[in-house]
């Protein structure tokens, strides 16, 4: 399969990709004449690496009752004040709630999500789940931490926290407690940081970078462009607890902060938790590669990174996920058709009617049967 007249984020020179066996075969600048799809200049770039998502806690509405110090004062109080909002949430079977989060991944452009929780089962999801990981929720809320940090162990996975989050002495302290107590040097990926010191930094493989979450909860986020010289930015979403369903809109605000540069920020969403988590067959747009790719077309072009940033769900046309196509906008539908590459397992969804493997729509109104009052986002509702 070719695919032709592509660009690559900043840049303005035309491309074209080779997928053979589900891997990128060859990348040119040059037009072959037996191209599959022609593009007509729109981007191209790697799926999207989701760092930190709670997959089963994406029907959630936003919660919060005000602005907080850290993250207990803001456990306690909606666990107090919004008990029947969560209680109604949780009625819906874990599986029915996974595999929402799993399409509002998928509906965004990313194509690998690593879950932070319980080991969930998501053998048969579209895009690829990591897990392999030793989750700890926080210091706070996780029973016997330093046991669990410190236990022996045969592998080598990094251990994930929610460290940090909070504006006071208290998160800052925990950071503090955390690294103390990892007495056998466990590799720490850490999550928020947003009272976490340049020396602090220094103990942990990477952070993870949420900052809608963090200005939701806190009115602040982790101060990257300090600590991005002492360890990798892993860019992450968290759920719809705490961030919109449209991880877009993260990603812009991201960019305003202005902490890393556009090419960073890229980074962060790509080549660098490729490396962190260890998924070095994807990440990057190589020959050899995985093939795992998004295709969007930027509602204005201006030949620089304003197309990739301003884009939204509504301008992807193309996902393709360890070589398969997982999502296509409905204008490629004939195409794809002639070309024998897709099956008829593809099912419309949304007003941007874009099409997704398996019974999305069956899944909401499996959803509604638990909790008919159910909120679902404007992209897959009509």
């Known amino acids: 399969m070719w695919l032709t007249n592509l660009r ?54 936003a919660l919060a009752n005000t602005r907080y110090q850290n993250y207990r004062d803001w456990g306690w109080d909606i666990h107090k004040k919004n008990k029947s909002e969560i209680d109604n949430i949780l009625k819906i079977p874990q599986p029915l709630r996974t595999l929402w989060g799993i399409y509002k991944n998928l509906l965004n452009g990313f194509t690998t999500v690593v879950n932070h929780g319980e080991w969930l089962d998501t ?7 990591f897990q392999h990981c030793h989750n700890l929720h926080s210091i706070g809320f996780e029973p016997n931490w330093r046991w669990k940090l410190n236990r022996p162990t045969k592998t080598k996975w990094p251990f994930v926290i929610h460290i940090g989050e ?19 040097r466990r590799p720490l990926i ?7 010191t340049e020396e602090q930094a220094a103990h942990f493989q990477a952070l993870i970078w949420c900052p809608a979450s963090n ?20 860019f992450g979403t968290d759920s719809t607890l705490t961030g919109p369903w449209d991880c877009w809109s993260q990603i812009r605000l991201a960019r305003q902060e202005e902490a890393l540069t556009d090419e960073e920020l890229l980074q962060s969403l790509t080549a660098r ?18 093939a ?10 201006t030949n620089s990174w304003d197309d990739f940033y301003n884009l939204s769900p509504e301008n992807l046309l193309l996902i393709i996920s360890r070589g398969n196509i997982v999502l296509f906008d409905p204008s490629l539908k004939e195409s794809l058709s002639e070309a024998d590459l897709i099956g008829n397992n593809f ?14 729509m069956g899944l909401m109104n499996e959803i509604r049967s638990y909790y008919p009052a159910v909120q679902f986002p404007r992209q897959t509702s009509g």
């Not at 874009?354 to 019974?359: A, L, N, R, T």
Request: charged share 20%; with cysteine; hydrophobic share 40%.
């Open 166 to 184: 909070g504006t006071d002495l208290t998160a800052h302290d925990e950071i503090t407690q955390l690294i103390k107590w990892n007495l056998f």
């Open 190 to 196: 850490g999550i928020h940081g947003v009272a976490m």
């Open 292 to 301: 795992d790719l998004v295709i969007a077309r930027p509602s204005k072009y």
């Open 273 to 290: 938790p490729a490396a962190a988590w260890n998924l070095t067959d994807r990440g990057k747009l190589e020959k050899g590669k995985l």
């Open 123 to 129: 053998r048969d999801a579209p895009i690829t789940i």
């Open 347 to 360: 099912q419309q969804v949304g007003p941007n009617g874009k099409f997704v493997p398996g019974d999305i």
């Open 215 to 234: 200005y939701f909860l806190l009115d602040k986020t982790a101060p990257i462009s300090k600590l991005k010289s002492h360890l990798p930015i892993l």
């Open 8 to 61: 690559l984020p900043g840049q303005k020179d035309s491309c074209s990709l080779h997928i053979r066996d589900g891997k990128i075969f060859a990348i040119t600048p040059s037009t072959p004449k037996n191209a599959t799809l022609d593009f007509g200049g729109s981007l191209v770039f790697p799926g999207l690496i989701n760092s930190h998502d709670h997959l089963d806690f994406n029907l959630f509405p």
